[in-house]
């Protein structure tokens, strides 16, 4: 009697899968992990998502660091980030997500491990040109985290209450802030701009038209030209964290982008366009003018 043997029809295809590529997403300095709620799922049916927690406010490893004295600047994020990818990935060349202070981050490192990065991507990145306004610091002074979180958004609908309540719960546990605190002071006016010329890899640069925490975004869009293969997007009636405001656009324009499938930026989308006020928007939609009926 011959022995029953299952057979596993899923066979066959194992020889023919391929790992995706990794794809890093770094926070900026107020955000954590789960700000990344809108853009992971999308962003995962192409490539291998990981979200490194090199700012754990409340974490003993932070609390470690500065209670031996040292800081927290973005040298020594960019050594976390290192660490991360190094242990824990190891599957480089890397494309590379920054938002925020994210931004500074994922630069540096390029520009550290240029041959540990496939694809940079910068959504309203500091630290690329001239100061910035942080109502982070006056929203923890006064206690007003309604300003902290409305200073994010250009549409108000963000800014709920549900957010506003997590925030505040952040900032009632004393270690939370202290290390939130601690980092604005060790990367407050830091710059990058320097970088920008050095980092030969292919970059998208999102930025939004009503951004209050980048004090200057045409100035930042103008410095940013200098970068050798930069690509640059500013979303209309968009604040400083696109990939929740217009997370559906930015998920779209990312992903052909890092597949190398962005042939054209929308008209209505082009950086020039921005930084030419004269031209009047309300006739033109996300992908150009419209069609003149005869």
Avoid at 7 to 15: C, D, V, Y
Avoid at 112 to 130: A, E, I, Q, T
Avoid at 188 to 210: A, K, N, Q, R
Avoid at 228 to 250: D, F, M, N, T
Wanted: with cysteine; charged share 25%; hydrophobic share 40%.
């Amino acid at each position: 009697m011959k022995p029953k043997v299952r057979k596993f029809s899923f066979l066959p295809r194992l020889h023919s899968y391929r790992s995706s590529e990794p794809l890093i997403l770094v926070n900026g300095l107020a955000e954590q992990a789960e700000s990344w709620f809108a853009n992971r799922v999308a962003w995962s049916r192409h490539f291998d998502v990981k979200i490194p927690e090199i700012l754990v406010y409340n974490g003993a490893e932070l609390r470690r660091h500065l209670d031996s004295g040292g800081e927290i600047t973005v040298d020594y994020l960019v050594d976390r980030l290192a660490i991360f990818l190094d242990q824990f990935v190891q599957k480089p060349p890397y494309n590379l997500i920054g938002s925020s202070l994210g931004g500074q981050i994922i630069l540096t490192y390029a520009a550290r491990y240029p041959d540990k990065v496939s694809k940079l991507v910068f959504l309203c990145p500091s630290g690329m040109h001239g100061d910035e306004n942080l109502p982070v610091i006056e929203g923890v002074r006064r206690s007003n985290y309604d300003l902290l979180v409305s200073s994010v958004f250009h549409n108000k609908r963000f800014a709920n209450q549900d957010l506003v309540d997590s925030i505040e719960a952040k900032f009632q546990d004393r270690e939370w802030k202290k290390s939130v605190l601690r980092t604005l002071r060790g990367t407050l006016g830091h710059s990058v701009s320097h970088l920008l010329e050095s980092v030969p890899h292919p970059s998208l640069f999102i930025w939004g038209t009503d951004d209050r925490v980048i004090a200057d975004v045409k100035g930042a869009i103008r410095a940013v030209d200098g970068m050798i293969a930069s690509r640059q997007v500013v979303i209309p009636k968009c604040g400083h964290a696109p990939q929740i405001e217009k997370a559906r656009l930015v998920n779209h324009l990312v992903s052909l982008f890092l597949r190398d499938k962005l042939k054209s930026i929308p008209p209505a989308l082009e950086a020039a366009r921005f930084l030419e006020p004269e031209r009047d928007e309300r006739h033109f939609g996300i992908f150009g003018p419209p069609v003149q009926k005869r």
